[in-house]
T-cell receptor
């Protein structure tokens, strides 16, 4: 149980294009999904918190107009990297948290999406 | 700014050895603590939660010292398959409740088990 999928698993695009990444919780409902980014040899950095039916909350330094997040249902959140540039090349990982009621705050991670912008 | 500090390593240890990792966190209000394992180019996977009383799962033992804001992970009888990056992870909320409360990750400690 508690499987999270991401699509695509990798993408290569030209500078200036937009890329959409999907994150799905396959066998549970997730009121909250998180988007992280990991550069080589760095830790995962939280980009934004996405709550179903409301606007995402972005971490300091993350441009909300560049990284568009939509959490339209309890099983799907999307991250769109608009006008991607080479410095946006990174490993993007989503995670999902099960609805209220659990005694600890475990998050289940998707397999990640490796974005390369040429 | 919430921070989690770890020794990046790499730790090179022979198979069968015991190895320990340490981690410190800056936010004294932190509530939940975890060790995750991340293999190269993969997503992190939960290894174990860390409880105040300390806890053990097979060859793995985790300890928490709230007064010193210090977390440790001990791996006994290390296996080749234990080679990975171990991430110390902290969260400030006990229960789910929405909001900007994602996990704060350390940079990880790279472990290499040698045959």
């Amino acid at each position: 149980g508690a499987v999270v999928s991401q699509h695509p698993s990798w993408v290569i695009c030209k500078s200036g294009t937009s890329v959409k990444i999907e994150c799905r919780s396959l066998d549970f409902q997730a009121t909250t999904m998180f988007w992280y980014r990991q550069f080589p040899k760095q830790s995962l950095m939280l980009m934004a918190t996405s709550n179903e039916g409301s606007k995402a909350t972005y971490e300091q330094g993350v441009e909300k107009d560049k990284f568009l997040i939509n959490h339209a249902s309890l099983t799907l959140s999307t991250l769109t990297v608009t006008s991607a540039h080479p410095e946006d090349s990174s490993f993007y990982i989503c995670s999902a948290r099960i609805r209220q009621g659990v005694s600890y705050n475990e998050q289940f991670f998707g397999p990640g999406t490796r974005l390369t912008v040429l | 700014r919430k921070e989690v500090e770890q020794d990046p390593g790499p730790f090179n240890v022979p198979e069968g050895a015991t190895v320990a990792f340490n981690c410190t966190y800056s936010n004294s209000a932190s509530q939940s603590f975890f060790w995750y394992r991340q293999d190269c180019r993969k997503e992190p996977k939960l290894l174990m939660s860390v409880y105040s009383s300390g806890n053990e799962d097979g060859r793995f033992t985790a300890q928490l010292n709230r007064a010193s804001q210090y977390i440790s992970l001990l791996i006994r009888d290390s296996k080749l398959s234990d080679s990975a990056t171990y991430l110390c992870v902290v969260n400030d909320l006990m229960y789910s409740g929405g909001g900007a409360d994602g996990l704060t990750f350390g940079k990880g400690t790279h472990l290499i088990i040698q045959p």
